[in-house]
């Protein structure tokens, strides 16, 4: 197996292993410490964004020094121990510290999106990354499957079991790979032979266009996310069903659809065929399938995540293309931190915005503010970036944004 595989397996476990109580976290709290507040859950799931936010940028400093694949063995052994003693929590604010120590270690395993873009050739970018964005989704569906099967059978503990085993099969991964001798080095002596160039610090002028990119990447997922901690109890009440295993199914169906864009794309590729790219009307068609999944009609909320799950895909993987086209490999994961913090900034936003609509407004509501948040993010495409729609098959320039 090839280190590429090994990495892409690996990205795949973190994703399940973080998934699996995602939608589940209201019913988790619920069932584990009696506690109902839409509130509360919202601001648990940002409190995750914050916990990423605050130590990735740290992590990708200290890649500078130690190899990822390395840094990883230790980070992903800490992150699963504080996964089982978050077994061991026994109230709420004991659970808070030890799971948010948890999600602080597993944040570093996002530094193998950048360490593979390194080791990806440019003109390979694009179909990397719908890879990656495939196995996101990918993950999304198995993880929240697993997840609602987990809970309905075996209850909350399981859940927490689970994301222990994703945490300590990721540090086996690294293990294997650093003893098999396939690590490619990215410090030190690999960037050896480049000319040593005279750069500050922090230079905004050089970082512009990334930080533009950023600000439209907060405003896309923080209306991509504010549907996501409460989709599981929506769902439920919307169809009459309670079970978990539905819900997570219904949750997980843009994960579907991105499988399915990723094979058509390889059916064009293939025929050499080019895949037309529109960021507008892909925004705009993922603001209709959320409008549509507003309407309390489980058909109407189908047919809205399979829309939603076209456009998230696409969106995705352009925005993913652009960042890399507008860094340099020696600032992938320096660029990739910036970014994510934005990301996760937005999750954040829309985690705390998510409860409180919820609480006052009801389920509803957020559907209708994110697919307004999908037209504010087209007008940023085109007023900040302002990165034309490609041609079929046109690269985005490198100076775009």
Known sequence: MSLRLHILTMTLLAVISDAILIPFYPQFFSARYGLDDPVHAGAYVAAISVAVMATLPLWARVARRIEPLRLLVYTQCAAGCFSLLCDRAPDVPSFWLLS??????????????????????????????????????????FGAVVGGFVLQSWGPRAGIYAMAAGDFFQMAVCIHLIRSGKIVPVNGSADAAAPPTAQPRWDWRARLPVLRLALVMLMF???????????????????????????????????????????????????????????????????????????????????GRVLYGWSLFQIIVKLEVNLFRLSTPQRYAQDYSITNFFQNLGVLLSSFAAGAIVERYGLALPFMLAAGGFVLTALLDRCILRVPSASPGAEVPAHAG
């Open 221 to 303: 997922d923080f209306s991509a996310y504010l549907i996501r901690p409460f989709f599981a109890l929506y769902w439920q009440r919307a169809s009459g069903n309670p079970s978990e295993l539905l819900s997570g199914a219904a949750f997980a169906i843009p994960g579907a659809v991105a499988l399915l864009a990723l094979w058509l794309q390889a059916r064009i590729r293939a025929r050499g065929g080019k895949q037309p790219d529109h960021t507008l009307g892909n925004l705009l068609l993922g603001a209709t399938g959320l409008l549509l999944q507003a309407a309390p009609e489980p058909l109407l909320i189908v047919l």
């Open 100 to 141: 948010m120590l948890m999600f602080m270690c597993k944040s570093s395993y996002l530094l193998m999106y950048p360490y593979l873009m390194r080791l990806t050739p440019k003109d390979q970018h694009a179909a990397t990354i719908g890879m990656l964005s495939v196995i996101v989704h990918f993950g999304a569906i």
